[in-house]
C-alpha cells in the first residue's frame, strides 16, 4: 500500500496550490481520507477529512473557507484545493487512509500516511 501525494511547492500569499494524494496497492473507496500538515518544530495538526463517499467533510478552524476536501474513489485520489494561502500554512502536507469510512480529525484514527508534500507560502 503506498500514498503518494503532490502538488506542493513556493507560493506568494493570497495564491492557491492543489495538493493530490494517489493510493495505490488496494482500494480506499470505503475509507475516510484527511490531511495533516506539520510545521517545523511543531505537532502533526489536522487539516482536512472527507467521509468515503465524499458526502461528508471536516475543516479545521484555520483552513475552513479557504481549503476544500475532495475525492474521486474510481481514481483512489484525494485532492486539497488550498486558496488565499497565508505563511502560516507553511508544512509539510500528509493524506492518509483512515480506519473506518467517516471523516477523522485525529491521527491515531488513521492506518496509511503517504510521504508528505511541502508547501512554502511567502509573505
Known amino acids: 500500500v503506498q500514498l503518494q501525494a503532490s502538488g506542493g511547492g513556493l507560493v506568494q500569499a493570497g495564491g492557491s496550490l492543489r495538493l493530490s494524494c494517489?493510493?495505490?496497492?488496494?482500494?480506499?473507496?470505503y475509507y475516510g481520507?484527511?490531511?495533516f500538515r506539520q510545521a517545523?518544530?511543531?505537532?502533526?495538526?489536522f487539516v482536512a477529512a472527507t467521509s468515503w463517499s465524499g458526502s461528508n467533510?471536516?475543516?479545521s478552524d484555520s483552513v475552513r473557507g479557504r481549503f476544500t476536501i475532495s475525492r474521486d474513489n474510481a481514481k483512489n485520489t484525494v485532492y486539497l484545493q488550498?486558496?488565499?494561502l497565508k505563511p502560516e500554512d507553511t508544512a509539510l502536507y500528509y493524506c492518509g487512509v483512515a480506519r473506518s469510512g467517516?471523516?477523522?480529525?485525529v491521527p491515531s484514527e488513521y492506518n496509511y500516511w503517504g510521504q508528505g508534500t511541502l508547501v512554502t507560502v511567502s509573505s
Open 102 to 105: 467517516w471523516a477523522q480529525k
Open 22 to 29: 494517489a493510493a495505490s496497492g488496494r482500494t480506499f473507496a
Open 82 to 84: 488550498m486558496n488565499n
Open 40 to 45: 517545523p518544530g511543531k505537532e502533526r495538526e
Open 57 to 59: 467533510t471536516d475543516y
Open 33 to 35: 481520507m484527511g490531511w
